[in-house]
């Protein structure tokens, strides 16, 4: 069962990624979670916690905690990792939720636009950049990071694009 406080960022990430924060009250996310607004404000103090909750929970975790789950694979296992990265970005609800969410956002609010950055760009290039360092100098992959990054992060936002 879903907690009150998981069903309200569920619903508020919902509703900013079809109308944008600005366009959202808290008596919307209240309604649809079914509570009243008072009752929201015993789990979040305002509509921007509730918006700075949902981009907490979506960052991502350091390579570094990652690492031993790449080293004894060989490189068809990590296409196939790549694979699945890559439906999971593009199908899962939340993530994808979360994408249009920002490509909203990113044009209205500064920090909101740097977190698109850091979050597609930035850390998914670093986190794989860490990866592949680490497998190319123990012989386990060849020096090609970029070329299993480029193609899904263009399709994610191409669908992204297209499913608007």
């Known amino acids: 069962m879903i907690s009150t406080k998981e069903k309200i960022l569920l619903e508020a990430l919902t509703l900013f990624s079809k109308n944008s924060y ?14 009243k607004a008072p009752s929201l ?5 305002s509509k921007q916690e509730i918006f700075d909750a949902i ?28 694979k699945n990265m890559f439906t999971y970005f593009l199908h899962d609800v939340v993530q994808s939720k ?47 990071r970029f070329l299993y990054y480029c193609p899904p992060f263009l399709w994610t936002n191409l669908f992204s694009y297209f499913t608007m």
């Open 55 to 82: 981009i907490l929970k979506m960052t991502g975790i350091s390579p570094k905690q990652d690492m031993n789950r790449f080293i004894n694979m060989d490189e068809l296992e990590l296409i196939n990792i790549g």
């Open 22 to 35: 600005d366009a959202i009250t808290v008596n919307q996310i209240a309604q649809i979670v079914g509570i």
């Open 98 to 144: 979360f994408r249009k969410m920002l490509t909203i956002e990113q044009f209205k609010n500064k920090n909101l636009a740097d977190q698109y950055i850091k979050q597609y760009f930035d850390y998914s290039l670093s986190y794989q950049q860490y990866i592949f360092s680490i497998l190319t100098k123990q012989d386990i992959l060849k020096k090609r």
């Open 41 to 45: 404000y015993k789990h979040y103090r």
